[in-house]
C-alpha cells in the first residue's frame, strides 16, 4: 500500500522544539523529493521545505534558521527538526512527494503557552 505517515505533533510553548517523522511505503522512496507542508485553519496550505534525493534542501522565508529537513532513505523517513517554535506556526504539517497527489494525513502543532 502506498502511503506515508507523519508523526511527531503536539502541544509546545514557544520557543520550544518539536521533530516531526514522516515514514513513506510502497513506493521507491529514495529517488523522490520530499515536501513538508503545512495548513492553518483559514488559510492556504503553505510548503514549508523540500529536500532533494540528494539532499540538497529549501525552506520558506518564515521557516529558515529555526527549521531542518532531513531524510534517512534506509528507514523510507524524512523528517521536520523544528527549533524556536513561535504561536503562527500552529498548523497540521504533512508531507507529500512533489507533483503527485500523495499526501500524509497530517500531524497537528500547536505553539501556545
Known amino acids: 500500500q502506498v502511503q506515508l505517515v507523519e508523526s511527531g505533533g503536539g502541544l509546545v510553548q514557544p520557543g520550544g522544539s518539536l521533530r516531526l517523522s514522516c515514514v513513506a511505503s510502497g513506493f521507491a522512496f529514495g529517488v523522490n523529493h520530499m515536501n513538508w507542508y503545512r495548513q492553518a485553519p483559514g488559510t492556504e496550505r503553505e510548503l514549508v521545505a523540500r529536500i532533494t534525493t540528494t539532499g540538497s534542501t529549501n525552506y520558506a522565508d518564515s521557516v529558515k534558521g529555526r527549521f531542518t529537513i532531513s531524510r534517512d532513505n534506509a528507514k523510507n523517513a524524512v523528517y521536520l527538526q523544528m527549533n524556536s517554535l513561535k504561536p503562527e506556526d500552529t498548523a497540521v504539517y504533512y508531507c507529500?512527494?512533489?507533483?503527485?497527489?500523495?499526501w500524509g494525513q497530517g500531524t497537528q502543532v500547536t505553539v501556545s503557552s
Open positions: 507529500n512527494v512533489p507533483t503527485t497527489n500523495l
